[in-house]
């Protein structure tokens, strides 16, 4: 079982930067996939960044050179830096963790943990 504690949402105005944060606790000994999910009102989750056990890493195309997914291993805690931001960046963000090799999917099915989520508002 593993518990994920996401922050560092806001609002920024168009061309602005905000670093979420996710904090693992419980099972973090065994090897997750560990990525980030966006959802908007009516719409399905989105992937927006994955990072594997092995280093491997994955973007959705509309957040490349934009955004990047890292991660603390001695604390625990993914994050996600967010640069340029775009209204349409605007969504409820979540932390998702699952088995190994899910980051190459970067789907919601990927996941078997989710985070709560933070809410992210860009403004033009």
């Known amino acids: 079982q593993v518990h994920l504690v996401e922050s560092g949402g806001g609002s920024v105005q168009a061309g602005g930067s905000l670093r979420l944060s996710c904090v693992a606790s419980?099972?973090?000994?065994?090897?997750?996939?560990m990525g980030w999910f966006r959802q908007t009102a009516g719409d399905e989750r989105e992937g927006v960044a994955a990072?594997?056990?092995?280093?491997?890493?994955n973007y959705a195309d509309s957040v490349k050179g934009r955004f990047t997914i890292s991660k603390d291993n001695a604390k625990n805690t993914l994050y996600l830096q967010m640069n340029n931001l775009k209204p349409e960046d605007t969504a409820m963000y979540y932390c998702?963790?699952?088995?190994?090799?899910?980051?190459?999917?970067?789907?919601?099915?990927?996941?078997?943990?989710w985070g709560q989520g933070t809410q992210v508002t860009v403004s033009s």
């Open positions: 998702g963790a699952g088995p190994p090799g899910g980051s190459w999917f970067l789907v919601e099915g990927a996941v078997e943990y």
């Open positions: 419980g099972d973090t000994d065994t090897g997750y996939f």
């Open positions: 990072l594997d056990t092995d280093g491997h890493t």
